[in-house]
């Protein structure tokens, strides 16, 4: 059989040397009443050339970014990928290894990831990175797990302004072990600092802010240093789309305890949400709590140097319930991905991808409030998307609807459902990859549909 | 010998990429534009060229072993081949690069792979009804203990049902997942096999337990053989059963976690379903529940009506959102191909040929190492260097002088109720030859146990490093250049 290399010679040759009677045997301690005889009900097998035609079948049934002008972010982003990127990432010797719990024989991917931790304790300004954990938004829980159980506190303080599904994650985790969530109003699509005041308490173990935030716009923290550190609240800055980072640092790293969040945007694909990568980086005083692994240097007998997970003690296969958290292994392939990606971009690729983002996002920004019937209500510092609202009597749902059929793809989530004040409207999305003839292909559609 | 880290070559002038970047659009001048402390001028990061890069990882990849530079029979882990055609076509552009927040009726191909995929294996388990959603077994664990909790929470019985039975046995994930939501754990006392001791299970059960967490074969590889009994024990008392399926290549076809009366599953398709493990993630771990409990499954679920399939957030007694976005779609992908391409004859085959694998290595073996358990194991044996004291070796000296003869060495110190356990799980997809040189090596490393123990001790011995200073790492952290 194509992927079993034991044949029914083999298996004869087997059960007599071990002096075994049948394969069937060896299923003996199953109990009879719940032992599985019928064949399960699955399609009859394809063979490699079906099953290409198969897949091809259904992946066509997708509208892409390849298809379709795609102007959506929100929680993942389209940017251009280098060849090499998949090139490197698909060598086997990387792709089809585990966990470097042996470290003599996986050098390879221990050094790629020590490379991957200090890019983001670069690009972020921390003190360390982990080695990546699943998501945005799990990274952030298990911040909020992480810094409500190292300073037995049961209360977080989020922004309003984080995206829904960072909050809702958030929830979600906060609820299993009744953590206590409050919310700080947002005033003019950005965090309305008064509202912190009563908000921030000596019980509150940590405040999580988005940048940018759900609105596209940049937070402006510093208001808020003082506060949080006169209460002891920690400060956990959420970033979704870190290209940011690459032309703009819009707070200050010593002021900030944990900045984690989602880095899919280096050289991932969005391939329908997942896997993505989550990052995690923070401040040197935390790195015997935080969850995930962890890569350090070292040396061998020799004192030749070696690299090698580290800080295991706080791990979930040495501490069980006592662990810092139950994360077991990371997105190490992804996490890969994104070190070729920064390796290959480097310091003044990166620089110029970040500011090329904000001259495309501000040009067509500006020409949609000017040529179109869209509002933008909060004209604050932005980097690559931005809320649209949508002008009455028109629908999100409509504007998916006509935009499609001109070949444009917008984002599935209207903000009014997430907040109702706004009404119908949306985040739209920029990057590099768009063209000056796909800007004023969207105006013209804009202003076709909205007429 | 390690590779030079991509900083070390950075020079200042290098790029990876088409500098200056081609552009027709307005410049935005950044002071202007925003505050001027937030304006950054350096970042950190190397400048290098692109046959640099190639180059550095190409080397980095090749201090690497995986499964396809030889034998890694990593117990637990399922080290399976990864076939290639499911690699390609998981990357096909109308895959990959499609958007998490398209429109549901412009990513109808995706939503029918997910739903398909979710019957193929609420039938391979004999569940109800599954969610994709969970990125790692890890998670799916932390999904089913929510699940638990807010069943319980639904009854009004959360006050109550406080406490997680675990046998000795287990993995580390299942005590820290249940204790990450607030569980309080109970262990539970093994048999000699690795199974969980009826006797005492019934001394701590009490109307506190929510559920018990077990893995099916266990930990030791063997058949939980009073599985029905356990099973009775549970659900008399309302409690649930979850089923860690870490394990269920054993049983591919063979008994369903749904037929031994588990409530809720979870599968790891990076290792019964032939997904690449990636050097440690990204995997996946769909959960699956019997009815009654499909309510409570996390959102978005995936829905069709009027032949359209959609993906949707409105279920009133769902746990809620566990992830920022989609599932860990491509791995997905990759098992959904797997399974299509297997059958149900090749998925039987699968398991058949996995546990004799298993047992031919352990009957061949044990004349020089002992069983770790007096049973008949299933896809993974697990063997106790407890014997090798008198010679100061450690199971773990002999998987580094595994390292010597090709191999990638068993699972070590697990589980913790074996001393010195060496935990081999060969899979199907490896040959009797291959099986046969391995069996050959490990003879070879006792006879050298005995004659000369620091071969052991010292290896591995023509590896790029030979064994790092651990104690090093954690006292003089440098996790960062």
Same mark, same amino acid.
């Given at each position: ?366 020409? *949609? ?5 869209? @509002?933008?209500?909060? /004209? !604050?510092? &932005?980097?690559?998307? =931005? $809320?649209?609202? *949508? ?5 999100? @749902?409509?504007?998916? /609807? !006509?935009? &499609?059929?001109?070949? =444009? $793809? ?42 | ?481």
């Amino acid at each position: 059989m194509r992927y079993i290399p034991i044949t029914d010679q083999d298996i004869q040759d087997m059960l007599k040397e071990t002096n075994l009677s049948s394969v069937e045997s060896l299923f003996q301690s199953i109990p009879s009443s719940i032992r599985f005889k019928q064949d399960l009900a699955l399609p009859m097998p394809l063979d490699e050339m079906e099953l290409e035609r198969h897949a091809r079948q259904i992946a066509s049934k997708n509208s892409t970014s390849q298809t379709h002008d795609t102007f959506i972010g929100e929680i993942n982003y389209q940017h251009f990928i280098p060849s090499i990127v998949d090139t490197l990432s698909s060598n086997s010797a990387f792709y089809t290894a585990y966990t470097p719990y042996q470290p003599e024989v996986s050098q390879g991917t221990l050094e790629a990831i020590y490379q991957f931790q200090s890019y983001m304790t670069h690009l972020t300004g921390m003190d360390f990175s982990n080695a990546s954990l699943y998501d945005g938004a799990t990274a952030a829980a298990e911040a909020l797990y992480m810094l409500t159980s190292s300073s037995r506190k049961k209360r977080a303080v989020l922004s309003s302004t984080l995206h829904p599904h960072v909050k809702e994650v958030i929830r979600t985790y906060a609820k299993m072990r009744n953590i206590e969530i409050e919310e700080i109003h947002s005033n003019d699509g950005t965090l309305a600092i008064h509202d912190a005041e009563d908000k921030f308490t000596e019980q509150t173990a940590c405040f999580i802010v988005q940048i940018p935030n759900v609105f596209g716009l940049i937070e402006d923290l510093k208001p808020l240093y003082d506060k949080l550190s006169e209460k002891k609240i920690k400060l956990v800055v959420v970033i979704l789309e870190p290209m940011l980072l690459g032309a703009l640092m819009p707070y200050d790293p010593a002021r900030v305890d944990i900045v984690c969040g989602e880095a899919q945007t280096f050289g991932i694909e969005t391939c329908y949400g997942g896997p993505g990568l989550g990052f995690f980086t923070g401040k040197k005083e935390l790195i015997r709590k935080i969850p995930g692994r962890i890569v350090g240097k070292t040396t061998d007998k020799e004192g030749r140097e070696a690299y090698v997970m580290t800080l295991r003690a706080r791990e979930q296969d040495i501490r069980r319930e006592k662990a810092t958290s139950n994360i077991c292994t990371n997105h190490a392939l992804n996490a890969l991905r994104a070190t070729i990606y920064l390796s290959t971009v480097g310091e003044d690729g990166l620089k110029a991808i970040a500011r090329e983002n904000i001259n495309i996002s501000h040009y067509a920004i500006d020409r *949609i409030e000017k040529e179109t019937p869209c @509002q933008i209500p909060y /004209k !604050k510092p &932005y980097f690559n998307e =931005i $809320l649209v609202k *949508i002008p009455t009597p028109h629908t999100h @749902q409509e504007m998916i /609807k !006509k935009l &499609y059929e001109k070949n =444009i $793809l917008i984002s599935k989530n209207n903000m009014g459902r997430f907040f109702p004040y706004l009404g119908e409207s949306f985040v739209i999305s920029f990057s590099e990859i768009h063209q000056i003839s796909q800007i004023d292909n969207l105006i013209l559609a804009l202003k076709e549909v909205l007429s | 010998m390690t590779v030079k880290l991509l900083i070390e070559s950075s020079k200042k002038g290098n790029t990876g990429i088409h500098l200056p970047l081609k552009s027709n659009f307005p410049k935005t001048d950044l002071h202007q534009t925003f505050p001027n402390e937030w304006v950054r001028e350096t970042i950190g990061l190397p400048n290098v060229s692109e046959p640099e890069v190639v180059r550095h990882f190409t080397n980095l990849a090749s201090l690497n072993y995986g499964v396809d530079s030889g034998f890694y029979p990593l117990g637990s882990c399922t080290m399976k081949y990864n076939p290639k055609i499911n690699e390609k076509l998981a990357n096909l552009e109308g895959f990959t690069k499609t958007h998490p927040l398209q429109p549901d009726f412009t990513v109808q191909g995706n939503l029918y792979l997910m739903m398909h995929f979710e019957q193929l294996l609420a039938e391979i388990t004999g569940m109800d009804a599954f969610t994709l959603l969970p990125a790692a077994g890890a998670h799916g664990e932390l999904t089913g203990m929510m699940i638990v909790k807010a069943y319980f929470q639904n009854k009004g019985e959360a006050e109550k049902r406080t406490k997680i039975l675990i046998p000795e046995s287990a993995h580390g994930t299942n005590p820290a997942s249940a204790a990450s939501v607030g569980f309080e754990i109970v262990e539970v006392k093994s048999t000699n096999c690795g199974g969980v001791d009826v006797a005492h299970l019934k001394e701590v059960m009490n109307d506190q337990v929510a559920a018990i967490m077990l893995t099916n074969p266990n930990t030791a590889g063997v058949f939980e053989t009073d599985i029905l009994e356990v099973a009775e024990i549970m659900h008399q008392n309302g409690s649930l059963l979850y089923y860690d399926g870490a394990n269920l290549n054993a049983l591919l076809g063979q008994v369903r976690p749904g037929d031994m009366g588990f409530d809720i599953v979870h599968l790891n398709l990076h290792k019964t379903f032939s997904t690449p493990h990636g050097g440690g993630g990204p995997g996946s771990a769909p959960v699956g529940v019997k009815e009654y409990l499909r309510e409570y499954l996390p959102v978005p679920v995936i829905r069709e009506r009027n032949h359209q399939i959609t993906s949707e957030t409105d279920q009133f007694n769902s746990i809620g959102m566990i992830r920022l976005a989609g599932s860990n779609f491509q791995v997905i992908v990759k098992a959904y191909l797997y399974i299509l391409t297997m059958g149900s004859d090749g998925l039987k085959k699968a398991s058949s040929i996995a546990v004799l694998n298993a047992n031919y290595i352990k009957e061949k073996l044990s004349p020089f190492i002992p069983a770790g358990v007096p049973c008949i194991c299933m896809h993974e044996c697990v063997l106790s260097a407890k014997d090798f004291a008198p010679y100061g070796v450690q199971a773990k000296d002999i998987s580094k002088r595994l390292i010597d003869y090709g191999f990638h060495p068993p699972t070590n110190y697990f589980p913790l109720i074996i001393p010195e356990a060496l935990m081999i799980e060969p899979t199907e997809t490896e040959s009797k030859e291959t099986m046969d040189h391995f069996i050959d090596a490990m003879k070879k490393i006792v006879q050298e146990a005995k004659e000369n123990p620091s071969l052991l001790l010292e290896a591995p011995h023509y590896t790029p490093i030979s064994r790092p200073d651990e104690v090093k790492a954690a006292k003089d952290l440098n996790v960062t250049y």
